[in-house]
């Protein structure tokens, strides 16, 4: 991809606080008060920049934390609120009315699955799922009622990669906006600077990564921003989804050791990738040669941050899977969890959790077995150890 810096982005910003402090100042008001009526009615009108005006619009915090977030991807704009699925639903209500079709990568996180399978239809909103890693079978879907085309850049969980830069051209060709979900490649892959108009992060991953705090942002344009923020017809204005000033401080905060955290995340992975894969485990991690887009994907990214914190197991069977994870619990390697991106390791059987929202037959059928164990590889600073001790694990339940 070409040369593009996000870390150095986040570098750059700068910060005096309201009293000189390194970090902006935390605001925890609610409501703004204007020296004049008609600043007021300007700012509800949109043409008053730099006045607040109620904090479920937009907050000083809210916004440092957007601007970082923004620089990060290279978009004009971003706006943050309190989860990935708000930042997910406000976008697909925003661009979609009745009568119009979403074409979805059909490996996608099980929540937005179910949104788009069942409660979109409500509204008139189709989804029709696709593979988004064949370019010719994207196409042949499309319709003159498509308006959305949505994949996520990595998938969850079956790690499928998207060609987002031939998938952009393909959405550009047929006026078609593209959403892409970045949650599980932050820093690695910058999609809107591959072509994507609208790029999505659930911030509870990696990008907080510290398993406190769920978030959310959308980055795009500064126009499509102000749409989703307008006070008469604007998603995230009137549903609502508004992150709180207190968190969007604690997650900027964090967001700072962002490009530290993933290149321990990547080399971790990558370690115990290689190494279960030559135990003669079944492995999918992009940064494996047998990766059916390990080429595309090496293409794709910012070298420098890898290829990722996710891989995925697969054990044979789900009682197997369930053993594993309590053992390597029991042994301290990490949690049973769901989510991403913790110092230490989670792991989950997305069949039977994250993806459960997903029917049995429509798992099979995109390749997601019940064995199946997607883990987010933590910070170890001693990866080879933990080898060793999931190993153990491992010959103990005979999985080798
Ligand atoms: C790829 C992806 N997108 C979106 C979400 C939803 O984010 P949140 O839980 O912050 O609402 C998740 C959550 O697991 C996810 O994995």
Redesign the pocket.
């Known amino acids: 991809m070409k040369q593009f810096h996000p870390a150095d982005k986040i570098q750059d910003l700068q910060y005096f606080g309201e009293f000189g402090g390194v970090n902006p100042s935390i605001s925890d008001s609610s409501t703004y008060t204007f020296l004049s009526a008609k600043t007021m009615f300007d700012t509800f009108e949109g043409n008053a920049d730099g006045c607040y005006l109620y904090s479920r619009h937009s907050s000083p915090m809210n916004l440092y934390l957007s601007k970082a977030l923004a620089a990060m991807e290279g978009t004009e704009s971003a706006n943050v609120v309190?989860?990935?699925?708000?930042?997910?639903t406000s976008v697909l209500m925003q661009l979609c009315e009745s009568g119009d079709e979403i074409l979805s990568g059909r490996t996608?996180?099980?929540?937005?699955y179910a949104f788009m399978k069942n409660m979109l239809p409500k509204w008139g909103i189709k989804t029709k799922f696709i593979d988004s890693t064949k370019l010719d079978v994207v196409e042949a879907a499309i319709t003159p009622n498509t308006k959305v085309l949505y994949c996520?850049t990595v998938?969850?969980p079956l790690l499928e990669i998207s060609d987002i830069e031939s998938l952009a051209r393909l959405a550009k060709k047929h006026k078609l906006t593209f959403v892409v979900?970045n949650?599980?490649s932050p820093l690695s892959v910058a999609p809107a600077q591959l072509g994507a108009d609208v790029v999505?992060?659930?911030?509870?991953?990696f990008i907080n990564g510290s398993s406190d705090a769920?978030?959310?942002v959308v980055c795009a344009s500064q126009a499509f921003i102000n749409t989703l923020k307008d006070v008469n017809n604007g998603a995230m204005m009137l549903l609502g989804p508004t992150m709180d000033s207190l968190r969007a401080a604690s997650i900027l905060k964090n967001l700072r050791t962002l490009h530290i955290r993933m290149k321990q995340h990547s080399d971790n992975a990558l370690y115990l990738a290689e190494k279960f894969e030559k135990d003669g485990l079944t492995v999918v991690y992009p940064g494996l040669k047998s990766h059916s887009n390990h080429d595309l994907y090496s293409k794709m990214i910012n070298q420098e941050y890898g290829f990722g914190g996710v891989m995925t197991l697969d054990v044979g069977s789900l009682k197997k899977a369930n053993e594993l994870m309590e053992l390597m619990q029991n042994r301290n390697l990490g949690y049973l969890a769901?989510?991403?991106g913790f110092y230490k390791t989670l792991f989950s059987a997305p069949g039977s959790s994250?993806s459960s929202e997903i029917p049995i037959e429509e798992q099979i059928e995109m390749g997601l077995s019940d064995g199946l164990i997607r883990f987010s590889i933590g910070l170890d600073n001693n990866i080879e150890r933990t080898y060793q001790m999931m190993k153990s694990c491992m010959n103990e339940l005979t999985i080798f």
């Not at 309190?82 to 997910?88: E, K, N, T």
């Not at 999505?200 to 991953?205: A, D, F, Q, V, Y």
């Open positions: 309190a989860s990935g699925m708000g930042a997910i996608i996180y099980g929540g937005t996520e998938s969850n979900d949650t599980f999505i992060h659930s911030l509870t991953k769920i978030g959310g769901v989510s991403l994250t």
